[in-house]
């Protein structure tokens, strides 16, 4: 049998175009018809430009993520990274001050009397939110005797008793 092929001679390159085969090759024919087979079909296949788009994509992300770790940063990478930097210590900045508008500071130590906040509603604006006593001093005004009043001195301790409250000290 001689046939005509035309197809490359393995890795030189060099055509071949006269071919003697002997003997009756019907499944080498069959794997020749497959072959062209899933070559037509891939052939009338229409592109896939959208994966050819991404892989191209990925690959220039990947050589500039290579790029950038063996050049190392450039001096405007380094410029924005310091803003970004500032930007999120003002950021913390803000935040504190924030929070330090939010707290209710009393001007002294003491105990909280009285609480006129209520929540889910808007703060009273005709009354304090809290009603504060400075416990580390009271006053209190007192009715003394005539004869016992030149025995009382100013800052002169002293020990209050109510009846209501009982024997306490």
Do not use: C
Not at 65 to 80: E, F, R, S, V, Y
Request: glycine share 6%.
């Amino acid at each position: 049998m001689n046939i005509n092929p035309e197809f490359r001679a393995g890795g030189t390159g060099a055509w071949v175009t006269n071919f003697q085969l002997a003997g009756t090759v019907h499944s080498a024919e069959m794997g020749v018809a497959i072959s062209d087979a899933d070559y037509n079909a891939v052939l009338n296949q229409p592109p896939d430009r959208a994966a050819l788009g991404q892989a191209t994509a990925q690959l220039v992300q990947a050589q500039v993520a290579l790029n950038n770790l063996l050049n190392g940063p450039t001096d405007t990478d380094l410029k924005q990274a310091q803003i970004a930097l500032q930007r999120a210590q003002l950021s913390v900045e803000q935040a504190k001050q924030a929070v330090a508008k939010a707290e209710l500071l009393a001007p002294f130590d003491g105990v909280v009397a009285k609480n006129n906040l209520v929540v889910g509603e808007i703060p009273p604006s005709t009354t304090s939110a809290f009603l504060f006593i400075d416990d580390a001093s009271y006053y209190v005004d007192l009715s003394i005797d005539e004869s016992d009043i030149s025995d009382v001195k100013a800052g002169q301790p002293a020990d209050l008793s109510i009846d209501a409250l009982g024997a306490r000290p």
